[in-house]
């Protein structure tokens, strides 16, 4: 089945400087690639998502780029602010079918006023 | 249109009791999935349903754990005679299906077992 790294595990930033977090995954089926951002004791929400068709996503501040042949995806935010801190998950999956995404373990993102 | 909810927020059991965990889809939604997260870890694939239906249950103990979603109601996660390492947070998301494959979760259900 498909599995998911993400690095790293944790980031910290000074405010205005970019983060980058990287993820990769096994299954070269995968053709949907998700974002989620997780404030403390909150839900998981999707910020940006990618379809493999397509090679850069970019919304405002936040972008991900994908590349199929090595099977990695990252997600770049720039100009981070306090308000951007918080846990962000990478997920694997497909576009149609029965199959539940697969996510990272996460990384902790603290932007430091 | 209400998002994804879940019920009780926060659930404490005494080990050896039963857990129910509830999850109502976004409306017009047919999928859903329960996700188990523990304290400063990813959230793990536990159960995929749709209406009367178990796709996936792959991530899901053998044992003590069962879910459904019936035609009416709410989907539920059951976990019978509970232990301490069940604690952890539980989420449900749910996505329209059909090639539409975002899914939205829920705020998600704090299982505390003493």
């Known amino acids: 089945g498909e599995n998911v790294e993400q690095h790293p595990s944790t980031l910290s930033v000074q405010e205005g400087d970019s983060a980058v977090i990287k993820c990769t995954y096994s299954?070269?089926?995968?053709?949907?690639f998700p974002w989620y951002k997780q404030e403390l004791g909150k839900r998981p929400q999707l910020i940006i998502d990618?379809?493999?068709?397509?090679g850069e996503k970019k919304d405002q501040r936040i972008a991900v780029t994908l590349n199929k042949t090595a099977k990695h995806f990252s997600l770049h935010i720039t100009e981070t602010q306090p308000e951007d801190s918080a846990v962000y998950f990478c997920a694997a999956g497909f576009i149609s079918g029965n199959t539940p995404l697969v996510f990272g373990k996460g990384t902790r993102l603290s932007v430091i006023a | 249109n209400a998002g994804v909810m879940q019920n009780p927020r926060h659930l404490v059991r005494r080990r050896g009791q039963e857990a129910r965990l509830r999850c109502s889809p976004m409306k017009g939604h047919s999928h859903v999935y329960w996700y188990r997260q523990l304290p400063e870890e990813g959230l793990k694939f536990m159960v995929y349903l749709q209406k009367e239906n178990i796709i996936d249950e792959s991530g899901m103990p053998k044992e003590r754990f069962s879910a459904e979603f019936p035609k009416e109601g709410p989907s539920i996660l059951r976990i019978q005679q509970v232990v301490r390492g069940d604690s952890a947070a539980y989420f449900c998301?749910?996505?329209?299906?059909?090639?539409?494959?975002?899914?939205?979760f829920g705020q998600g259900t704090r299982l505390t077992v003493v």
């Open positions: 990618i379809r493999s068709n397509v």
């Open positions: 998301a749910s996505s329209l299906g059909q090639g539409v494959t975002e899914a939205f």
């Open positions: 299954d070269s089926a995968s053709n949907y």
